[in-house]
């Protein structure tokens, strides 16, 4: 009391400068106590005694009256400078995790209020949803890649986001490159790129190189993921659909055996494109294998008279039908990267892993996502061998792919140590790609579920379904007028199965907020950030628009002398 009565005495100069004294004590205190060590908290607060009982003494003031009084005074900001600064009620600071090497599918989450939240196998698969804006990348996809690069992980990552996350990759798998691989011998994985609207930062890819088609099987299944974005129905079966899918299996084929050299995706097209229908059957037939994988295609002829083939009504129809798809896949940037191939397709071979970027745009989606889906089913056929590397498929925005029985691969792949990380902003525009029942198959295959804030009501209603129920206890108020108890109140007690969470609880779920369901039990959690950088992928050629064209014209002239 003497202290602050000598202090209501001074002047006001004096009196402002004590107070900015407190006020620069509170903001180191603050600041101390918002570190994340708590020997660093220790140190701050005990070097900042220390400094304020050096200042009193060198001014011949000190007393544990005055030094109370300075302690006492800054003890109200320093608290609220510390809530600040460590953003209590919402705490989003940023955390390094702590791996473990040889743990490679327990992923280790950061969450507020315990150090680590763990999914204990990532092999099991994980699916994300949240709609734009609740944090799906920051706070789910970056603890993902940094567990995939600690662990070198090789695999697929789609990026929708123009991107987005190929630069996140670039950085962990940086950052992680001088950690050796747990298995002795394996090297670090190195990262290329997909990338067809921009192929200067691009790797070249050719899915069906001879090396890949072992056998019409890999053919067959190359040319439906291709065509898949053209049924109109996946149940009815469309001659005038099919029929052009035959042509172009027989001409890769027969390129296949005879130009080996030339059997990719843009040659095959450009022949498609360049030939007439007579042209195109002789070409095929020149090869028994071709001639059978084309026959619904050679069959479609019309015979005159004389016993010759001549082009009909039904071979005008499929021509017209093959020319009005291939003209959209005749993009030159595509012929220009899926020539050849820069690398192994077989991303989890041991000899040399590779994380590929897929990167897509959402300008482009429509243009480029058949042939990225095509090299994503091609690959994963590639990485489907027991004894490979680890290895995931993490799939943002996965529904902008479509994958012919897509929902077959988390429950077989976990088999070749592949993983699935499968992201959606929305159940419904997995529908809009897949079907209702295909979705849920994808969905039921996945057994983590990360679930972010969702805006459609059927969407939330499923969610909330997919998680535990809880027992409720219920209360039921009944009257009683009978003639020999008289009237009255009857009250009985019970219990009901409920969902855990409503739809308000999902519908209303924050940015970094997510109910997490593993193992038969949710929990609403909430991410802590972690410390990123962005690195760019570094272009890889100097193209300029002119070397692109010139590269088409080039293989639309060369298919000519095909014969």
């Given at each position: 009391m003497d202290t602050l009565r000598h202090f209501l005495s001074l002047e006001l100069a004096q009196q402002l400068s004590i107070v900015f004294q407190v006020v620069l004590l509170s903001a180191v205190q603050g600041f101390g106590l918002s570190l994340r060590s708590h020997w660093a908290k220790f140190c701050f607060i005990a070097g900042s005694q220390v400094l304020l009982s050096l200042y009193l003494a060198y001014l011949a003031k000190y007393s544990l009256g005055v030094h109370a009084f300075y302690a006492i005074s800054s003890l109200p900001l320093t608290i609220l400078l510390w809530a600040l600064l460590s953003g209590s009620g919402g705490d989003r600071s940023k955390i390094n995790l702590k791996l473990v090497p040889g743990e490679i599918w327990k992923l280790v989450l950061p969450v507020q209020k315990r150090k680590r939240y763990a999914l204990e196998n990532l092999k099991r698969g994980v699916a994300i949803f949240g709609a734009s804006g609740s944090g799906k990348t920051e706070s789910c996809y970056v603890p993902v890649i940094n567990h995939c690069a600690f662990h070198n992980f090789a695999g697929i990552n789609l990026d929708f986001k123009d991107g987005e996350l190929t630069e996140i990759i670039n950085y962990y798998y940086t950052k992680y490159d001088h950690i050796e691989n747990y298995k002795a011998g394996v090297p670090r994985a190195e990262v290329r790129n997909l990338c067809l609207h921009r192929p200067e930062i691009s790797d070249f890819i050719n899915p069906i190189d001879p090396v890949y088609l072992h056998s019409q099987d890999d053919l067959y299944l190359a040319l439906n993921t291709l065509f898949a974005y053209n049924k109109k129905s996946e149940n009815k079966y469309d001659f005038f659909e099919n029929a052009p899918q035959s042509c172009l299996g027989g001409v890769i084929w027969r390129l296949k055996e005879d130009y080996p050299g030339h059997c990719s995706l843009p040659y095959a097209i450009a022949l498609c494109m360049q030939k007439d229908a007579l042209e195109l059957a002789r070409f095929i037939s020149k090869s028994m294998t071709a001639k059978v994988i084309g026959s619904a295609f050679l069959k479609s002829f019309a015979v005159n008279q004389k016993g010759r083939l001549h082009v009909g009504d039904q071979m005008t129809g499929i021509m017209g039908s093959l020319a009005d798809i291939l003209r959209q896949y005749a993009s030159p940037?595509?012929?220009?990267?899926?020539?050849?191939?820069?690398?192994?397709?077989?991303?989890?071979?041991?000899?040399?892993?590779?994380?590929?970027?897929?990167?897509?745009?959402?300008?482009?989606?429509?243009?480029?996502?058949?042939?990225?889906?095509?090299?994503?089913?091609?690959?994963?056929?590639?990485?489907?061998?027991?004894?490979?590397?680890?290895?995931?498929?993490?799939?943002?925005?996965?529904?902008?792919?479509?994958?012919?029985?897509?929902?077959?691969?988390?429950?077989?792949?976990?088999?070749?140590?592949?993983?699935?990380?499968?992201?959606?902003?929305?159940?419904?525009?997995?529908?809009?790609?897949?079907?209702?029942?295909?979705?849920?198959?994808?969905?039921?295959?996945?057994?983590?579920?990360?679930?972010?804030?969702?805006?459609?009501?059927?969407?939330?209603?499923?969610?909330?379904?997919?998680?535990?129920?809880?027992?409720?206890?219920?209360?039921?108020?009944?009257?009683?007028?009978?003639?020999?108890?008289?009237?009255g109140k009857r009250i009985s007690e019970g219990e009901r199965e409920t969902t855990k969470y409503k739809n308000q609880d999902i519908s209303g779920l924050g940015a970094g907020e997510f109910i997490c369901y593993a193992d038969g039990k949710s929990e609403k959690i909430r991410f802590k950030l972690m410390p990123v950088e962005r690195i760019p992928p570094k272009p890889k050629r100097t193209v300029t628009k002119m070397d692109i064209e010139d590269n088409y014209k080039n293989i639309l002239i060369a298919v000519s002398n095909f014969e």
């Open positions: 940037n595509m012929f220009y990267v899926l020539q050849r191939n820069d690398f192994s397709l077989e991303l989890n071979n041991p000899l040399q892993p590779v994380m590929l970027n897929i990167i897509n745009s959402p300008k482009y989606d429509s243009v480029y996502s058949p042939f990225y889906s095509m090299c994503i089913s091609m690959i994963i056929n590639q990485m489907s061998v027991r004894g490979r590397s680890h290895s995931v498929l993490l799939l943002d925005e996965g529904a902008t792919t479509k994958i012919p029985n897509f929902y077959k691969i988390p429950a077989t792949r976990r088999s070749y140590d592949i993983a699935t990380v499968y992201g959606i902003q929305d159940k419904v525009i997995s529908d809009l790609t897949y079907s209702d029942k295909e979705t849920k198959a994808i969905l039921a295959n996945l057994s983590y579920l990360l679930i972010g804030k969702a805006n459609d009501p059927d969407s939330v209603r499923y969610y909330k379904n997919l998680l535990e129920e809880v027992k409720e206890k219920t209360t039921t108020v009944s009257q009683t007028d009978t003639f020999i108890a008289g009237s």
